[in-house]
C-alpha cells in the first residue's frame, strides 16, 4: 500500500467533490419517482427526518473513518480495527458500490441518449414522449451502447487523474445547473394547472402513504447522500487535516436536498399541468416510474422558445452532475482492489468496469434485476453499512479519536455540547431508529 496517498489541494475542492458525488441523479431522477411512489409531501417529510438524524451524522461519521486511516473503504476498518470483523462493513461497502453502479450507469445511458437526441433535434418533433421513452426502454442495444460509453467515460476519468480537471469543471457547471434547475422550476410553476401538483408535493396528505414509507424514504436520504457505503470514507480519507467536517456535510446535504426539492418542483407541476388526464395522474403518479424525469421534461422543454437548447443544455449538464457520482462510486471499488490486492490502479479499473459493464448489460436486458440491484442497494444494503458505521464511530472507536477528528485535534471549537448530541446521535438515535425502520419496513 502506498504510504503518501493524495489529498484535495482546496477546502472549496473537497465541498466540490463530496457535493459532486452527492448530486447526481439521486436527485433529479430518482427523488422524483420515490416521492410520487411514496404519495408526495409526506414522503418528503420523512425524507428530510432521514437527512437530519442520520444522515448528516452519518456522513461526519464517514469522513471521521476515512481522514483517521487514510485508507480504502475496507482498509479503513482493517487499519481502525484490526484484527476485528469490522473489515466486513468496507467490504459491504465495496460490494454495493458495485451493485449501485449496474443499474445507475443504465440511467447514466439514458440521459447520454437523451443529450444526443435533443442536440440531434430528434426529441424536437416528438408528440408522445412517453412512447418516445418507452422505444429506448423496449432497445437493449442502444441502451448497452450509451451505458458501456458512460462506464469508459468514467473509468478513463479514473486512470487519466484528470479528476482535477474533472472537479475544476463541475465547480463551475453546478452551479450552472443549479440555476437552470430554478429557471425551468420557475417555467414550470407558471404553467396552468401547475397549483395541484405543488400541492402534491407540499401538501401532506394520508392518501397514498405505503407501508414502506419509512425504508423508502430512508433508502433515498442515504442514495442521495452517497452514504452508508464507505463513500464518503474514500473522499474522507483524502480531505486535509484542517477540514471542518460537520461543516462540509451540513453544506453538502443542504445542496444536495436542495437540488432533490427543485427537481421536484419542476416535475410534478408540469406532470399535473401538462397531463391530459387530470383526474388519474395523482394515481400514476403514485404507480410511479423510473421515466417521470425522461418524459415529464421533455414535455415541458416543449412549452418553451428554444426547447432543443434547453433540452441540450439540461441533459448535458445532467450527464456531468451524474458522472461526478458515477467517479466516486467507481473510486471505491477501484482503491479498494488497488490497495488489498497487488492490482494496478490500471487493472483494477479495467476490473471494475467489465463487472459494472456485465451488470449493466443484464439491467439493460431484464427491468425486473434492474429494479432488484435498485431496492437490494437503496432499501438493504445502505441502510445496513448505516447502521454499521454508527455503531462503530459511535461505540467501537475511541471516543477522543472521534473528539480530535471532529475538532481537528482541538483547533476547531466545538462546544461540548454538540459533541455530546453527535455521540448520541450515532450511539443511540441512528442505529435504533434505522434498524426500526428496516423491521417495520420488511415486516409491514
Ligand atoms: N448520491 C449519488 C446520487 O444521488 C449516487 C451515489 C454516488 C451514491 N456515490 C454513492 C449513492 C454512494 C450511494 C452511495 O446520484
Redesign the pocket.
Known amino acids: 500500500m502506498s504510504e503518501k496517498r493524495v489529498t484535495f489541494a482546496s477546502k472549496i475542492g473537497i465541498v466540490a467533490a463530496a457535493a459532486g458525488?452527492?448530486?447526481?441523479?439521486?436527485?433529479i431522477?430518482?427523488?422524483p419517482s420515490q416521492t410520487a411512489d411514496g404519495g408526495g409531501a409526506i414522503f418528503i417529510l420523512v425524507y428530510i427526518g432521514c437527512i437530519l438524524f442520520f444522515g448528516i451524522p452519518l456522513m461526519v461519521s464517514e469522513f471521521v473513518v476515512g481522514r483517521a486511516s487514510r485508507a480504502n473503504t475496507a482498509g479503513a476498518f482493517h487499519k481502525l480495527a484490526p484484527g476485528t470483523q469490522w473489515k466486513w462493513v468496507g467490504r459491504l461497502g465495496v460490494l454495493?458500490?458495485f451493485v449501485?453502479m449496474g443499474f445507475?450507469m443504465v440511467v447514466c445511458g439514458w440521459t447520454l441518449d437523451y443529450f444526443f437526441q435533443s442536440l440531434s433535434g430528434n426529441l424536437h418533433g416528438v408528440t408522445d414522449f412517453s412512447g418516445n421513452f418507452n422505444t429506448l426502454l423496449g432497445n437493449p442495444l442502444r441502451q448497452i451502447g450509451w451505458m458501456i460509453l458512460f462506464t469508459l467515460l468514467t473509468a478513463f476519468f479514473i486512470l487519466s487523474g484528470v479528476k482535477k480537471g474533472i472537479e475544476q469543471s463541475a465547480k463551475i457547471l453546478m452551479p450552472v445547473l443549479f440555476l437552470l434547475l430554478m429557471i425551468l422550476a420557475i417555467r414550470s410553476v407558471l404553467l396552468e394547472g401547475s397549483a395541484q401538483g405543488l400541492n402534491f408535493l407540499f401538501k401532506p396528505s394520508m392518501e397514498h402513504v405505503k407501508p414502506t414509507l419509512f425504508l423508502d424514504a430512508m433508502g433515498q436520504a442515504?442514495?442521495?447522500?452517497?452514504?452508508?457505503?464507505g463513500?464518503?470514507i474514500t473522499y474522507g480519507s483524502y480531505f486535509n487535516n484542517d477540514i471542518n467536517f460537520t461543516k462540509t456535510a451540513i453544506q453538502v446535504s443542504l445542496l444536495?436536498s436542495l437540488v432533490a426539492i427543485l427537481a421536484g418542483i419542476i416535475i410534478f407541476p408540469s406532470a399535473f399541468a401538462l397531463t391530459a388526464n387530470p383526474g388519474t395522474i395523482a394515481n400514476e403518479l403514485v404507480a410511479g416510474g423510473p421515466g417521470l424525469l425522461f418524459i415529464t421534461l421533455p414535455e415541458l422543454f416543449n412549452q418553451m422558445p428554444l426547447s432543443m437548447v434547453w433540452a441540450t443544455l439540461f441533459f448535458c449538464l445532467l450527464s456531468v452532475?451524474?458522472l461526478t457520482?458515477?467517479i466516486?462510486?467507481m473510486e471505491?471499488v477501484t482503491v479498494y482492489l488497488h490497495e488489498e490486492y497487488p492490482l494496478s490502479r490500471r487493472k483494477s479499473t479495467l476490473l471494475v468496469s467489465i463487472g459494472v459493464i456485465i451488470l449493466g448489460v443484464i439491467s439493460s436486458l431484464s427491468a425486473p434485476f434492474f429494479n432488484i440491484l435498485d431496492v437490494a442497494?437503496?432499501k438493504f444494503m445502505?441502510p445496513l453499512g448505516g447502521f454499521f458505521i454508527s455503531l462503530f464511530v459511535g461505540w467501537y472507536l475511541d471516543k477522543q479519536l472521534v473528539y480530535a477528528q471532529l475538532t481537528n485535534e482541538g483547533t476547531l471549537k466545538q462546544s461540548v455540547w454538540f459533541l455530546k448530541i453527535y455521540i448520541i446521535l450515532l450511539r443511540y438515535v441512528a442505529p435504533i431508529a434505522i434498524l426500526a425502520i428496516f423491521i417495520y419496513g420488511l415486516t409491514g
Open positions: 458525488s452527492a448530486v447526481g441523479l439521486g436527485n431522477w430518482r427523488f454495493t458500490g449501485i445507475y442515504f442514495f442521495s447522500l452517497s452514504i452508508g457505503m463513500c464518503m444536495d452532475a451524474a457520482s458515477t466516486s462510486l471505491v442497494s437503496a445502505l
